[in-house]
């Protein structure tokens, strides 16, 4: 038997979400479980998750608890389907949970090679802003640099005997020395929050991740020294690139990104994967498929809040009513709206996020 | 072949201090390269190191470098054979070397599960103290804890990708994740204080160490981006313990620790190997062999300075002038001695060590 790997730091990731699902253990994502769901969780888009019940039953009962995200400052630009993710972060945000977002500076320098100071300082100008814009609240997040907590850091080397050279593999199917490092500092970054305070916490990722976390929960269970609650996983469906490709990402040809110019948006539209017809004729005549239309995508993950406008526009698509041309009109509108509104937001928080780290 | 490896985390040390200079590429200790050598330096008992020519032109030019060593936190006892090393260390300080001693807490949590205010503890109420005791100036002298020293953790992330698993599994003969950081920190620990000022440095240790000086300079190739110089290595003899094991340890039967009352030494003298014979009367006639005692590998490395009267005493125990009650009597006195001496400089040392930690 072939054995499966999701491997979280390559692109190759398993094409088909249901599967996962029953392969890798996950609970299904109930929406009925969480008060005032957000778009994505309405819409099916938040798929599966583990433990979700003891982080709703949080929400319910207005108990503590934590969501984290991390910030991996290996490059200058964000891909759209980050938002995704900070989606998610703000619903736990917003229904009462300590909201912590660490930037991965020591994973980046031991897996890519990334300079610390480099890491900073684009984690300063660009990420951290741009998580604000997206719409975090500035004050309630706790930001932090791995490089500069003292807990995570020791914390890492506490749990390393927790784990054995087999598990690695077993989990990442292969266990070089800085992987090995760069996950455990992130297994202590999950669960650090708990060493002050005993909570449950939520992770929100692309299942991409999903590796990281299975090792968290596993080193939780061993590392009875410490009480620490299981941590929760929350999993967002991968948003596609532009031409069809599994995720947005910088090693995807057609993405998506934060701050993106009005003409990169234009000029990345025109080329996307369209659900439509060889000619406007045929269009017009036998209609076109939604759901092979990537523009719909980011209308329905994004870009299109109102049910009822979305579901129009499918119908007038499906029955050819909407030739690409337009469609596409209409995706870069919202786009430049939505990209115009985020930019003065990203300005905000670029002077905000200068105040929170003033030395 | 089978392949060999010296493991450092474990007490099977190899036998044979000579076979070990061409086995792993050592250099043999040439005393007349440093000036006014130390005891052990003159006798022999310093033997073999890596790059020492590099020291000896530091200490003869008066150029800058350093010395640095370690506390393992893992037990509140001292064997007396890290007196060998901190004597090297004493040597290079008095030298002109910057001297570093690091408690090795987050190794000692990773490696043996310690707590890190249990680790903490022990290194400010016995090991620090007993170091300083031993002769470093505590003034001079840098002692600080992995926990808290922000450029050798974040240095053990950087360095991580210059090491691969196989590289790992060659040098040690296994690579589980806990010994993996532990390693990349202490590699970290070695180099770390060259990332302020470009100078050499040298680590005195015993040969069971001498896998961490390999990593440490392999790694140094690799890491071109810093441009740190090849750590030198000076490497001391074992001190035995008193019923023969090659070295003392908290695993071997009879060995001698710092702050030992005078009851204990007296037993564990009582009970030391010799190289006498079965009766008085055979030793008074046929004489006996200093080299095969464990209290004459003592005087020879810590208790007799004088080397005349060392000379003396072996000359006079192979005669058979002197018994091996008389030779344990006079052992003990001068351990007695010793250590009396040392617990009053221990007292005035743990005063030190508050005065230094005081937060």
Request: glycine share 6%; hydrophobic share 35%; aromatic share 8%.
């Amino acid at each position: 038997m072939k054995r499966e790997f999701i491997d979280p730091w390559s692109a190759n990731l398993p094409e088909n979400h249901k599967d996962i699902i029953k392969k890798f253990g996950l609970e299904k994502f109930d929406v009925r479980d969480f008060p005032k769901p957000n778009l994505l969780m309405r819409r099916g888009f938040v798929f599966s998750g583990r433990d979700l019940k003891i982080i709703s039953d949080c929400i319910k009962n207005r108990k503590k608890f934590y969501a984290l995200t991390g910030i991996m400052p290996t490059s200058d630009k964000i891909h759209f389907g980050t938002k995704s993710v900070i989606d998610q972060m703000i619903y736990f945000q917003n229904h009462g949970a300590e909201t912590y977002v660490l930037v991965a500076d020591l994973e980046a320098a031991a897996t890519r090679g990334v300079d610390l100071k480099e890491a900073r300082t684009r984690a300063l100008e660009i990420h951290i802003p741009c998580y604000i814009a997206l719409g975090l609240d500035a004050k309630k997040t706790r930001f932090y640099f791995q490089s500069e907590n003292n807990d995570v850091r020791n914390l890492a080397f506490e749990l390393s005997n927790k784990a054995t050279l087999n598990e690695y593999k077993a989990i990442y199917g292969n266990a070089e020395p800085s992987r090995i490092m760069a996950s455990i500092l992130q297994v202590a970054d999950i669960l650090h929050p708990q060493l002050n305070k005993s909570m449950p916490g939520i992770v929100p990722i692309g299942i991409d991740q999903d590796p990281h976390i299975r090792l968290s929960r596993d080193i939780t269970n061993r590392a009875k020294k410490f009480g620490f609650i299981l941590p929760s996983s929350i999993n967002v469906k991968f948003l596609p690139s532009l031409s069809g490709g599994l995720k947005m990402s910088k090693s995807e040809g057609n993405s998506l990104y934060l701050l993106d110019s009005d003409e990169e948006i234009k000029k990345k539209v025109a080329k996307a994967l369209t659900g439509g017809r060889k000619t406007s004729k045929e269009q017009r005549e036998k209609g076109a498929n939604p759901d092979k239309d990537m523009l719909f995508e980011l209308f329905r993950q994004h870009l299109i809040k109102n049910d009822d406008r979305l579901t129009k526009r499918e119908e007038d698509y499906k029955k050819g009513k909407i030739l690409d041309s337009e469609n596409k009109e209409y995706a870069t509108k919202l786009l430049i709206e939505f990209m115009h509104d985020f930019r003065r937001k990203y300005e905000k928080a670029r002077r905000k996020t200068k105040r929170l780290f003033r030395d």
